[in-house]
Each structure stands twice: as C-alpha cells, then as structure tokens.
C-alpha cells in the first residue's frame, strides 16, 4: 500500500514538474517509468523480506539490497556503452570490424574507395 502512494506521489509530482517547467515530456513516459521504478521498488522490498525472513541480520539485509541496487546500476550504466552486449552484433573473423560499423563503412563509402566497401561485405 504504502509503495502504491508513493507512486502515485511521485507521479503527481513528475506530472507537474512538466507541467511548470514545460518540459515537453509525453505523459506515457512518465507513467511507464513510475511504474517500472515501483516494481523495482518491489523487487528490492520483496528481496529484502525474503533474506528477512531467512535471516534476521540487519546488515545482510542492508549489504545485499544494496549489492543487487549497485549491481542494478552497473549493469544499466555499461550496458548501452558496450557493442559487445548488444544482441546479434558479432565481429567477422578477420576485419576487426563489427557488424554496425561494416554497415556504417558501406553506406559511407565514396566512389574512390569502393575498392574496401566490397572487401568489407
């Protein structure tokens, strides 16, 4: 209940922030990340009742919301920085070149150096 009203708070709040400062933002948006952050919210309070319930320690409680939070951000903050993880882009054997930048080379090649675009395909 009490993680409901926050997030209605906080919807509230985000809405009319908008609002005043004319920001722009679809309002869609703004509810779709309200919600995703009180089921986030859940995950974490429901992790913690869990480890609770196993074992009544304070600090575990604390140092394991707290890894699974930063783990979180890790892992959200490296994700879109590395090529590596993105899904179906894989390097080919022998160019150095992953799949998006042999695409980014073709459609930018000139006429002088068609030589490579054929090479790189």
């Given at each position: 209940?009490?993680?409901a009203?926050i997030?209605v708070?906080?919807?509230?709040v985000q809405l009319?922030a908008?609002?005043a400062?004319?920001?722009?933002?679809?309002t869609?948006?703004l509810?779709?990340?309200?919600?995703?952050?009180?089921l986030?919210?859940?995950l974490?309070?429901?992790?913690a009742v869990?480890?609770?319930?196993v074992?009544?320690?304070p600090?575990?409680?604390?140092?394991?919301?707290?890894g699974?939070a930063?783990a979180?951000?890790?892992?959200?903050?490296l994700f879109?920085?590395s090529?590596?993880l993105?899904?179906?882009?894989?390097?080919?054997p022998?160019?150095?070149?992953?799949?998006?930048?042999?695409?980014?080379?073709?459609?930018?090649?000139?006429?002088t150096?068609?030589?490579?675009?054929?090479?790189?395909s």
């Amino acid at each position: 209940m009490a993680l409901a009203v926050i997030s209605v708070v906080l919807l509230i709040v985000q809405l009319g922030a908008d609002a005043a400062v004319d920001l722009g933002i679809d309002t869609g948006y703004l509810v779709s990340t309200i919600a995703l952050c009180a089921l986030l919210g859940a995950l974490h309070g429901s992790l913690a009742v869990a480890i609770a319930g196993v074992r009544a320690s304070p600090s575990l409680v604390l140092g394991v919301g707290i890894g699974v939070a930063i783990a979180g951000c890790v892992v959200a903050s490296l994700f879109p920085l590395s090529s590596v993880l993105a899904p179906g882009d894989t390097s080919r054997p022998g160019t150095g070149h992953s799949a998006a930048t042999r695409s980014n080379r073709q459609r930018t090649c000139g006429a002088t150096r068609r030589w490579r675009c054929r090479r790189l395909s």
